[in-house]
């Protein structure tokens, strides 16, 4: 069973893809869609949408695993902007027929730390750890994305360490 992880936003949505193995599993790809800030909500939607089209067409994951909304009240135009995203992944896994599981940030620390404080450096680390990561990864929504895989993978019984 594969399981793709993402965490959403305007800028920069993290994804990441894990294989679940008999024991352990195993990162499969993982990176950050970035847009810039100089062009339309539009074309960065389309380029978002794209993006992940080719890799749920490449990886065909079986489900997908998107973090909860977190948006701070002082900013309310990010909450907008995190909405539209969203909007875009749910209309792709539709597409796709991929069922969408949503994760509280949370949850995903705590089921990889058993701290649900802790920190991007400890979750990278746990994630590294888990799927035997050599190399560093290097972007922290990547990091954030993998985890989501790996904890909705282990939700369902997909995933054992």
Not at 120 to 148: C, F, N, T, W, Y
Request: aromatic residues 6%.
């Amino acid at each position: 069973m594969k399981a793709m992880g993402i965490d959403p936003g305007l800028a920069m949505t993290g994804f990441g893809i894990v294989e679940a193995l008999e024991i352990g599993g195993r990162a499969c790809e993982w990176g950050a869609i970035r847009t810039k800030s100089n062009t339309s909500l539009s074309f960065r939607l389309k380029t978002i949408h794209d993006r992940l089209r080719e890799i749920i067409q490449k990886w065909k994951p079986d489900i997908l695993v998107l973090e909860e909304v977190f948006v701070l009240k002082q900013y309310p135009k990010a909450a907008i902007q995190l909405g539209e995203v969203r909007g875009v992944i749910y209309l792709m896994a539709q597409e796709e027929g991929i069922p969408v599981v949503e994760i509280r940030p949370t949850e995903v620390k705590y089921a990889l730390t058993g701290s649900g404080r802790a920190d991007k450096e400890q979750i990278k680390r746990a994630i590294r750890q888990m799927l035997k990561i050599e190399k560093p990864v290097s972007s922290s929504h990547a990091g954030d994305a993998l985890a989501l895989a790996l904890t909705g993978l282990s939700r369902n019984k997909n995933f054992k360490w």
